[in-house]
């Protein structure tokens, strides 16, 4: 499995048809699992199904995870996401992102009596180590598994915080790296990719764009596309938010939770984190669990679906200041709104000036800075809360996902000016006192 040179598209094939079973190291990993058809596939660098075009998932083995795992054996693990490791997949020690995740989880008092809620918390991924969201987790989980696989070259396709964190693990762990962008992304994105000196490719159009374009070069060239063909891996990065958040709330699951959606994934992945520590019986089941979804209303496919009723999704052209939840045609959006709909959840989406007063909100009332997409999830929080959809007494949790340092751009002329004055006491009374 672990063959030094990347592995080529043929010999991938060679492995999606049993060439190259996993050994039994691999035993809590049975292999990957179409979402549709159910056919099974090895465990590697593969995402859709030959026969159905399904997305493909990664198959446990719950009943040896369980044999192992226990809220001690959690307890006593590394205080980064890897104390889940028995749930994420990769067979090896972790080798890239060793200190991603263990976010603090904070009970927003004076955000919640804005908003006329007893027990909100924020899951604080604003923080997240080392590029400050909460793509390092899902990084951590795709790298590490690339390695494993053998691959020498990393690369995705970005709506920006990706790309930031594909190419600081990408520098630390001293892997070739491609990360490819909509050209018009905010300047503290591009230069969070720049510092790191990976190959920056800005394609002229928009995320869908750079996304389908990534697919065409992931067929040619044998990289590991962390969030393409390394996708089953990456996205099981995101359960780490439910793990952690149920561990932090003292081992119990919320009755609600609000989460942005971009592709989709992180919302459908924070479910199943929920149902399988509830399988595993770390928790107690909690069926009041209610999952929300939180757009931009400028990019808002599956918002859209969801107040027509409908369960399939259109692709929009995106037109937003939360550029990294920019994806007019999100490949598990689907599946979001499944969840959604099954829970009894809603989806809000926010305007642009929404937006903007959700990330000062946040700023005034808890001190997290969050970026557009942190706005957009405030903003529908607070809408949710208006529809009546969420009680005051709903141990409710919402996903602060980006920092704000990123995203200044969005801010412009939307805060005061400093108060200027000379370097004199006289001055300064004067300020603040005009009276005197
Ligand atoms: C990528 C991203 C998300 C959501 O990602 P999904 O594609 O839906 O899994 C949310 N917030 C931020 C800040 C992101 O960068
Ligand atoms: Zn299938």
């Known amino acids: 499995m672990n063959s030094p040179s990347a592995p080529h598209q043929e010999s991938e094939r060679t492995r999606a048809e049993g060439g190259n079973a996993p050994s039994s190291k691999e035993s809590k990993i049975k292999g990957l699992k179409c979402r549709e058809c159910g056919r099974l596939y090895p465990a590697v660098a593969i995402h859709i199904c030959e026969f159905c075009f399904g997305p493909l998932e990664v198959d446990y083995d719950y009943a040896a995870i369980g044999r192992r795992i226990s809220r001690s054996s959690i307890e006593g693990g590394p205080k980064s996401l890897w ?115 990976p190959t920056v490719v800005a394609v002229r159009g928009n995320y869908d764009d750079v996304n389908r374009l990534c697919s065409e070069i992931g067929g040619e060239y044998p990289w590991a596309f962390v969030n393409i063909n390394i996708r089953p891996y990456y996205a099981e990065g995101s359960k780490s938010l439910a793990f952690e958040t149920a561990e932090q709330l003292g081992w119990r699951i919320p009755d609600q939770v609000v989460v942005p959606i971009a592709s989709g994934s992180l919302l459908t992945k924070i479910r199943k984190g929920f149902q399988e520590f509830e399988k595993l019986g770390l928790v107690a089941p909690n069926d009041r669990l209610t999952v929300n979804g939180a757009q931009a209303e400028g990019c808002s496919p599956v918002y859209r679906a969801f107040v027509s009723g409908k369960n399939h999704l259109i692709p929009v052209k995106p037109q937003t200041i939360a550029k990294s939840l920019a994806i007019g045609n999100p490949a598990d959006g689907f599946y979001a709104l499944e969840v959604v709909f099954k829970s009894k959840g809603a989806i809000a989406a926010a305007t642009d000036p929404e937006i903007v007063e959700g990330m000062k909100l946040l700023a005034e009332t808890e001190g997290v800075f969050a970026e557009t997409a942190g706005g957009v999830t405030v903003a529908s929080l607070k809408k949710l809360c208006e529809e009546g959809r969420i009680g005051r007494k709903d141990l409710t949790v919402a996903y602060i996902t980006g920092n704000g340092l990123k995203t200044m751009e969005a801010l412009a002329g939307a805060l005061s000016e400093p108060i200027s004055i000379d370097p004199t006491l006289a001055s300064f009374r004067k300020t603040v006192n005009p009276s005197n």
């Open 83 to 197: 104390r889940y490791h028995e749930l994420l997949p990769v067979t090896g020690e972790p080798t890239v992102g060793l200190h991603a995740g263990m976010t603090p989880l904070i009970h927003a008092k004076r955000l919640g009596k804005y908003l006329g809620l007893d027990n909100l918390y924020i899951k604080n991924d604003t923080v997240n180590h080392p590029t400050l969201s909460f793509k390092d987790r899902v990084v951590a989980v795709a790298m590490t598994r690339a390695r494993e696989l053998g691959f020498d070259t990393v690369a995705c396709a970005s709506t920006g915080n990706l790309a930031n964190s594909v190419s600081a693990h990408a520098a630390s762990s001293g892997m070739k790296c491609f990360v490819f962008i909509p050209h018009d992304l905010e300047a503290g994105k591009v230069l969070g990719n720049l510092i790191y000196n």
